[in-house]
């Protein structure tokens, strides 16, 4: 008996709501003549609450927000994206092409999201009336649960879980080559670019390319070898900075850059041509080798 008298109230529900949303979609094909700016009021950042608001979409229809908490923004809704699919009732286009209504839709609720963190983080509630203790103590429990439990990256083994790195960053690598995008998207020139402004953005001195020819033809002169034929790094920073770092108060290339630049460099080296390597022993490097003994 119980079990029949809940399913009769359910059905009633549903017939209640289907007949709300009827009069839902006849009242907004109404609302389209009367007041069709709202359309430019939905592009301007206006939500559907607002609008109904605004146009007191309650008080036109007769309705109440106590017995029909979401009829006026329905009624908005279905005005400005029509009834397409004649979903409770006759077809109609919307005052705004579906697409761009649903993409207006989409920035609407991404602001009203921003708006609501804002919020919360001026208001110091949830995560953000926690202290740093509270919240390192709420991570913990996550990651200390699953641990004990051996679930997710926890119950893998070291090497499952390598595997399963590599294995993801080579699928994602593959995309990226496959799409052009990112360093994939890059002309090698570009990736050298990109380097160079991270490096600079991090406060490090950038090699330039003058730079990197006079450190290589610098070390194929036998002045700058050991006796064992090795390269004499600690000579070879010394004048290097001298050269190109002459009003430097402390140096700016060690012997271990200068090492790091020569093993890393010998691909861009195939690509200077004489000419190049020409000028820079002109330009920086004579000197250098007749004041050196």
């Given at each position: 008996?119980?079990?029949?008298?809940?399913?009769?109230?359910?059905?009633?529900?549903?017939?209640?709501?289907?007949?709300?949303?009827?009069?839902?979609?006849?009242?907004?094909?109404?609302?389209?003549?009367?007041?069709?700016?709202?359309?430019?009021?939905?592009?301007?950042?206006?939500?559907?609450?607002?609008?109904?608001?605004?146009?007191?979409?309650?008080?036109?229809?007769?309705?109440?927000?106590?017995?029909?908490?979401?009829?006026?923004?329905?009624?908005?809704?279905?005005?400005?994206?029509?009834?397409?699919?004649?979903?409770?009732?006759?077809?109609?286009?919307?005052?705004?092409?579906?697409?761009?209504?649903?993409?207006?839709?989409?920035?609407?609720?991404?602001?009203?999201?921003?708006?609501?963190?804002?919020?919360?983080?001026?208001?110091?509630?949830?995560?953000?009336?926690l202290d740093d203790i509270a919240k390192k103590t709420i991570?913990?429990?996550?990651?200390?649960?699953?641990?004990?439990?051996?679930?997710?990256?926890?119950?893998?083994?070291?090497?499952?879980?390598?595997?399963?790195?590599?294995?993801?960053?080579?699928?994602?690598?593959?995309?990226?080559?496959?799409?052009?995008?990112?360093?994939?998207?890059?002309?090698?020139?570009?990736?050298?670019?990109?380097?160079?402004?991270?490096?600079?953005?991090?406060?490090?001195?950038?090699?330039?390319?003058?730079?990197?020819?006079?450190?290589?033809?610098?070390?194929?002169?036998?002045?700058?070898?050991?006796?064992?034929?090795?390269?004499?790094?600690?000579?070879?920073?010394?004048?290097?900075?001298?050269?190109?770092?002459?009003?430097?108060?402390?140096?700016?290339?060690?012997?271990?850059?200068?090492?790091?630049?020569?093993?890393?460099?010998?691909?861009?080296?195939?690509?200077?041509?004489?000419?190049?390597?020409?000028?820079?022993?002109?330009?920086?490097?004579?000197?250098?080798?007749?004041?050196?003994?």
């Amino acid at each position: 008996m119980a079990r029949n008298k809940n399913n009769k109230e359910l059905v009633n529900i549903v017939i209640t709501e289907m007949v709300a949303a009827r009069h839902n979609v006849r009242d907004a094909r109404l609302l389209q003549t009367l007041v069709p700016e709202i359309a430019e009021d939905y592009r301007n950042g206006k939500t559907l609450m607002e609008i109904s608001d605004d146009y007191q979409v309650y008080e036109l229809f007769n309705l109440t927000p106590e017995e029909s908490p979401n009829a006026g923004r329905l009624i908005v809704y279905f005005a400005i994206v029509g009834n397409k699919y004649s979903i409770y009732g006759e077809t109609y286009a919307g005052l705004i092409p579906l697409d761009e209504a649903l993409e207006i839709g989409k920035q609407h609720r991404a602001v009203a999201s921003s708006k609501t963190g804002t919020r919360l983080v001026e208001e110091g509630r949830g995560l953000f009336g926690l202290d740093d203790i509270a919240k390192k103590t709420i991570a913990s429990r996550g990651g200390t649960s699953s641990r004990d439990k051996g679930v997710g990256i926890f119950g893998l083994s070291a090497t499952e879980r390598h595997n399963n790195a590599k294995r993801a960053g080579s699928i994602s690598g593959a995309k990226h080559k496959a799409n052009g995008v990112g360093v994939c998207g890059m002309t090698q020139k570009e990736r050298i670019a990109s380097g160079r402004k991270s490096a600079e953005s991090r406060g490090m001195t950038v090699y330039d390319d003058d730079e990197v020819i006079a450190a290589y033809l610098m070390f194929e002169n036998p002045k700058f070898l050991n006796p064992n034929g090795t390269r004499n790094l600690r000579l070879g920073a010394e004048y290097h900075n001298k050269i190109f770092f002459p009003d430097s108060p402390k140096p700016v290339r060690s012997n271990n850059d200068l090492n790091n630049l020569l093993n890393r460099k010998r691909e861009f080296m195939s690509g200077v041509t004489e000419k190049d390597k020409h000028r820079v022993q002109e330009t920086y490097l004579a000197n250098i080798f007749k004041m050196v003994g």
